[in-house]
């Protein structure tokens, strides 16, 4: 098991950045692959991005990709998403998770055995 923390969420305005970070602790960190999803109100949550335990392999969610970058410092058992040109649509609650399954199945939501507590990205208009 690993232990998840996630932060860096906030209020920012349409075309403005952010940048999450999720602090893990466990043996085994570098061996996840680690993955972002979000959550908006009344909605499913959805994947956004993941990332393998090397950092060699991304995948992004097409509503994202272009503007958000996951990358990961197993040094620092840390994984980040940066955000940019953030939209009013990408607001919701964005959790880590950790993957100990293959790479098929990074988008999965049920393949996660270990989640943060979620921080809040609210983007105005």
């Known amino acids: 098991q690993v232990h998840l923390v996630d932060s860096g969420g906030g209020l920012v305005q349409a075309g403005g950045s952010l940048r999450l970070s999720c602090a893990a602790s466990?043996?085994?960190?570098?061996?996840?692959?680690m993955g972002w999803f979000r959550q908006a109100p009344g909605k499913e949550r959805e994947f956004v991005a993941a990332?393998?335990?090397?950092?060699?392999?991304?995948d992004y969610a097409d509503s994202v990709k272009g503007r958000f970058t996951i990358s990961r410092d197993n040094a620092k058992n840390t994984v980040y998403l940066q955000m940019n040109s953030l939209k009013p649509e990408d607001t919701a609650v964005y959790y880590c998770?950790?993957?100990?399954?293959?790479?098929?199945?990074?988008?999965?939501?049920?393949?996660?055995?270990?989640w943060g507590q979620g921080t809040q990205v609210t983007v105005s208009s």
């Open positions: 990332i393998d335990w090397s950092g060699g392999k991304q």
């Open positions: 998770a950790a993957c100990s399954r293959a790479w098929s199945a990074r988008q999965l939501l049920n393949a996660y055995g270990d």
């Open positions: 466990g043996r085994t960190f570098s061996m996840y692959i």
